[in-house]
């Protein structure tokens, strides 16, 4: 149970703050606000590192596939393209494209074990519960 609350605190707070870096980029530029919050993610890591864990950074030269390591490279793509879709979308019809966009390549990466995940059997309920979204999304946009 407490896996739904964290998830649904995720996606309030990748909301929230889809909507402060598009802010911060009207101010600035997009690659200012980018780094700007890479930075300040860097640091409250660095801090709680500091204050709880201590474990060493030099496992992850050990880390096998490397292809892994790329996820700092994804978070700022992930912050790029979620300020570009909130200032052309607006915030709630890009997170609802979003979401989609996250289940849809979830239930891929699980039907087909990519990235060491179990692979997990095709299930019609799954892919039907993809369409509900793409439907509501559909619904949702309709004016």
Known sequence: ?????????SGALMS???VFNTKVTEHTSIWVANAFVQFTAFLVC???WVCTDRSS???LCTM???YFLTGGIMGAAITLTVIKSMDALGPAKAVMLIVIAQLIIAYIIELFGWF????QA????KCIGALVAIAGFVIFKWE
């Open 16 to 18: 929230i703050q889809g």
């Open 122 to 125: 095709f299930s019609i309920r």
């Open 57 to 59: 950074f030099k496992t």
């Open 46 to 48: 660095m801090i709680a």
């Open 116 to 119: 060491g995940v179990e692979q």
């Open 1 to 9: 149970m407490i896996g739904f609350f964290i998830a649904l605190l």
């Open 64 to 66: 096998e596939p490397k």
